[in-house]
């Protein structure tokens, strides 16, 4: 069952294009699609090599869903194209379309949408029921046994669980051997406590059939998680598309920056071979490519982990002052209010306790450049 793959722990964590030596399965280049004076999807291009796991992340209504109901065939793009391999699946300008049940494109739905009549084996077998009897049975039995529920074969949806309804789904999916696979959510619908081995299973599960995968999510924890690259959409515009680390650490935009985990944002003034903050003065060092005219503003990105508060002798010497404190377990995230207004946050180990309200210095402790932005 299992064929080449091309997972990240092969790939460079900073490129930002899919494995050059993989082949493109899937590519969509100008994808448009409207609601009456709406645009949900605009100018929307990329590609899918095989073997990965691209994940659509971006908040409700950024377009994420329509971009993969285009690609299964269940919405009609407006402008542009969809290929699959040597297939074009869409093109409105050439009048090409090719209906879903022709895509060759497995689905797996947030809601699980199985046949409460069938049981788990007929679930799964659904999707191949034109092959012979015992071809079928073979693969609905490999299948229950790579989700590990094939003591559950003769279970019905009503009596199983709601991560084992998930894997029945994906078992379902995967029955016909599809080119790729799109997952919508789809573990949206299980308890907080269950998503996180749901992600790691299920990704185990794709690994091993060697599947290229497309997983929509506004989850970005599960995104950077499970992914081999992420693109990040907004605004029905794919606003960056690259490794999960390369998103996180070298964002190109103040939104990307902000919906991927907690970011501030400390405004900066160029002055020779540093920049002037409301922390102290910073080396250029510290900024990668920062070749901008004294006097400019920039926005330097900062995380909780690239800053230390120190409580500060008086109000006079301090930097701003703790506002929030929140307990993490292991650490403690206290956010602080700088003299001039910005807001930034600082991550303490759990035994480091401050007072809220109190003033502060803070130190940049990153041993790594940090990211900018122009205003």
């Keep these: 069952m299992s064929r080449t793959t091309h997972r990240r722990s092969d790939a460079s964590p900073t490129a930002d294009s899919a494995d050059a030596d993989a082949e493109t399965v899937l590519a969509l280049s100008g994808i448009t699609k409207t609601y009456g004076p709406e645009t949900a999807v605009d100018d929307l291009s990329m ?30 793009a407006d402008a542009g194209t969809i290929t699959l391999g040597d297939r074009t699946l869409a093109d409105p300008d050439a009048g090409a379309f090719v209906p879903p049940e022709e895509h060759d494109i497995g689905l797996v739905f947030q809601d699980f949408a199985l046949f409460p009549h069938l049981n788990a084996a007929e679930n799964v077998a659904f999707g191949i029921d034109d092959r012979p009897a015992e071809e079928r049975e073979a693969r609905v039995a490999q299948l229950l046994e790579l989700v590990g529920l094939d003591d559950h074969a003769e279970h019905y949806p009503e009596e199983l669980s709601g991560g084992q309804k998930q894997r029945i789904a994906l078992a379902r999916s995967l029955a016909p051997e599809p080119d790729v696979l799109l997952l919508d959510e789809p573990l949206s619908n299980l308890d907080v406590a269950l998503r996180v081995s749901m992600r790691e299973e299920m990704r185990r599960i794709i690994d091993e059939t060697g599947v290229t995968a497309i997983w929509v999510t506004h989850d970005q924890e599960e995104a950077l998680s499970i992914a081999d690259r992420v693109g990040v959409m907004n605004d029905g515009r794919l606003q960056q598309i690259g490794r999960p680390e390369r998103i ?28 002037e903050t409301d922390i102290g003065r910073l080396d250029a060092a510290h900024f990668p490519g920062l ?85």
């Design 248 to 275: 996180f650490e070298r964002p190109t935009s103040r939104f990307v920056a902000s919906f991927l985990g907690q970011a501030g944002f400390l405004t900066g003034r160029v002055d020779g071979d540093a920049v």
């Design 47 to 76: 590609s899918v090599v095989d073997g990965e796991i691209l994940a659509l992340l971006g908040p409700s209504g950024c377009g994420k869903t329509t971009t993969l109901r285009m690609i299964a065939g269940l919405e009609r």
């Design 291 to 375: 070749d901008l005219p004294d006097g400019t503003t920039i926005d330097v990105l900062v995380r909780p982990d690239d800053l230390q508060a120190r409580p500060a002798a008086d109000e006079a010497t301090a930097d701003g002052r703790l506002t929030q404190r929140q307990y993490q377990g292991p650490s403690f995230v206290y956010r602080v209010e700088t003299t001039e207004g910005d807001s930034i946050h600082c991550m303490h180990n759990h035994t480091e306790l401050f007072d809220v309200g109190r003033p502060v210095t803070v130190d940049v402790v990153a041993d790594h450049p940090l990211q900018w932005f122009e205003r």
